[in-house]
């Protein structure tokens, strides 16, 4: 499709274990941003990727949160030892150099 | 993270009425943006405003850019049942590529 697409759109896991979320930009958009939606609230802002440059992580909450973008296109975030605190819907968004964020559906994680 | 403030939080009008919210900060954003989510979705932007004082429409739909660039609102008049959902205002510091900041949402429902 031609929208941003995150997989997957659920994802239950157990408190400890690791877990990667992935998005699909809208092809040719150099900006990649991930947000983070707890239940009831407003997005909050984790990271994003413009270009080749270094990507702004001041949004991170952990050392356990990490995020790649591979040859500028697709990319991963990754929790490491999963804490209930972290459930929460996952979205991603991307965007031209100087265009509008087009936000994908969402990855729903919860912890157990 | 830092969010904005918005009020109200939630609405519970008929249809036919007029809506507005706001939102303040207690800091200066260069550019204000009003969202709108469904469900399970993603937000997909309603109107981007760049200027201070500047005032925009899409439809029934306005919003204005204050002019100490540390508030804005959104009016939608004549609501009908599809304007059903979470409404989030965004700032962003600089123009371009650049991370948003996030309300609280205002939910609102519509009694037909």
């Known amino acids: 499709g031609a929208g941003v697409s995150q997989s997957p759109s659920n994802k239950v896991t157990e408190k400890g274990k690791d877990v990667e979320l992935r998005c699909d930009p809208i092809?040719?958009?150099?900006?990649l941003y991930w947000y983070r939606q707890s239940l009831g609230q407003g997005l909050e802002f984790l990271i994003y990727f413009q270009g080749n440059s270094a990507p702004d992580k001041s949004g991170l909450p952990s050392d356990r949160f990490s995020a790649e973008r591979t040859g500028g296109s697709v990319s991963t975030l990754t929790i490491q030892r999963t804490q209930q605190e972290d459930s929460a819907v996952y979205l991603c968004?991307?965007?031209?150099?100087?265009?509008?964020?087009?936000f994908g559906p969402g990855t729903r994680l919860t912890v157990l | 993270g830092q969010q904005l403030n918005q009020s109200p939080q939630s609405m519970f009008i008929q249809e036919g009425e007029d809506v507005s919210m706001n939102c303040t900060s207690s800091s200066i954003f260069n550019t204000w943006l009003w969202y709108k989510q469904d469900p399970g979705e993603g937000p997909v932007l309603l109107i981007a405003?760049?200027?201070?004082?500047e005032l925009t429409s899409n439809g029934r739909l306005t919003a204005q850019f204050g002019i100490t660039r540390k508030d804005s609102f959104l009016n939608i008049s004549a609501s009908i049942p599809s304007d059903v959902g979470i409404y989030f205002c965004?700032?962003?510091?600089?123009?371009?590529?650049?991370?948003?900041?996030f309300g609280q949402g205002t939910r609102l429902t519509i009694n037909p």
């Open positions: 405003l760049y200027k201070a004082g």
């Open positions: 968004a991307s965007s031209s150099a100087w265009g509008e964020q087009f």
């Open positions: 965004a700032g962003q510091r600089l123009q371009g590529a650049q991370k948003l900041v």
């Open positions: 092809s040719g958009h150099t900006a």
